[in-house]
């Protein structure tokens, strides 16, 4: 396979990478934030954690691969990422220590105080993770102050620019409404009920918000005449698909309810992606300072051994993955927890 070949198909496996980590991420994360909301008392909060319990861990694997993958893969663009988007990824890995521990932290003493405050750290460390993941992805695409040697010359603050934050608002909302979702379909009686009655009422905020994000990317598009992939039915589709997730709720068709907010994440993310594509970071001094898949990429036989080592391995992950959403695919309610837990 050729070097030209081998740039594309992994530029294309990063970007399944993420959408793997958004889809099964994003509905942990929609948990965490929905926690003291849908939960009334500590036993149902026990419940919603538990919904997560088999599968967080596991969903975080796809962002190791992605990170991964983009340093093997493309390491001026994972240079350039994680020096000028630095402080945003630190808070985004603190938050997920923080998440990861309280975890395993919460249940290690009967007090209600000590659960209060991992509580909290479970609820941040969902929120911030989701709302950074958005203002990242939409910064890569919008652009971002790099010259000529490939090297960010902003600061921090460069980061927080308005479509940015409409980014990271659109991902906390999609996946509250993605995880809300989940929880209809995964908890019993009024657990049950009360998430699906959140993700009723997070819906109108994360139509509006992706329809707005889809449409700023869309005018960003044609105004700098960007030769991307786009095609218009990708967009039009994730927006849809968060439209029908409304109705779909109201009817009580949960599963089909996951499946569209499913297919509103992966949409919208691949918009993203097909947007950047050929780039991997758009320069907002200069288009000629753009980072592509072409002058970021390592050598053809880097690539060529990951592939080899990709087509082994990932079809196992994949296929242990699905086994573990298999064994543990039953409703949990108040009832499955014994007393003192």
Known sequence: MSH????N??????????????????FDFGVGMLLPWVGRDDVERRVLINSIGPHWDGNEVWLVVAGG???????????????????????ILVALILRAVAFEFRGKQDQARWRRWWDRALFGGSVVPSFLWGVAFADMLHGVPIDATGNFTGSPLDLLQPYALLGGLTFLL?????????LS????????????TAGERIWLGALVASFAFLAWSYERAVTANDTGLV????????LGAVLATGWLLRERRLGWSFVATATAIVLLVTTIFLNLYPRVMVSSLSPAYDLTIFNTSSSAYTLGVMSIIAAVFAPLVLLYQGWTYWVFRRRIGREDLAEGY
């Open 231 to 238: 095609p218009s039915p990708v967009p039009l589709a994730s």
């Open 4 to 7: 030209v070949a081998l740039v």
């Open 69 to 91: 993958a983009t340093f093997a893969a493309f390491p001026g663009w994972y240079a350039t990422l994680f020096s000028g988007f630095y402080l945003a990824l630190f808070v």
């Open 9 to 26: 198909l992994w530029f294309f496996l990063i970007a399944f990478f993420w959408l793997g980590y958004f889809l099964l991420e994003g």
């Open 174 to 182: 999609l996946f509250g409404l993605h995880g809300a979702v989940f």
């Open 185 to 196: 379909l995964k908890t019993t009686g009024e657990l049950a009920d009360r998430s699906r």
